[in-house]
């Protein structure tokens, strides 16, 4: 028994009882996107967090402990993705990624965006294009530090 042992049980009673990520999230009190996140295995739980997704995912003692237990984050089989629609974010990250720093270094100078201390909020934009995906994230600046 590993962490991607209960991960793979979370979806594949997921799926065999209709359940949605923004259900499981409401039952918890956190968002569905950090929520998704930790069923898939790239985030820790709480006590009370990993015992609540235990009772909707029916998962043994064992199981629910490698939910409170800190992951080894980064769930790519590849260092390039292969899935298609994950693809097109690694896709995205190699026309804009230096895009994104130079604005962010303009912006705020020598330093990051942290994935720690960072948010995220996925939500559908009706367009009679046909539907749009919208991304929101947020995350803290973290200067570079001279020494």
Known sequence: MNRDDVTRKIVETKVAKKIRWADVASKIGLSKEWTTAACLGQMALDAKQAAIIGALFELDENEIAWLQTVPYKGSLPT?????PLIYRFYELINV???TFKELIHEEFGDGIMSAIDFKMDLSREPDPKGDRVQIVMSGKFLPYKTY
């Open 96 to 98: 804009y990624g230096t």
């Open 79 to 83: 260092a390039v993705p292969t899935d």
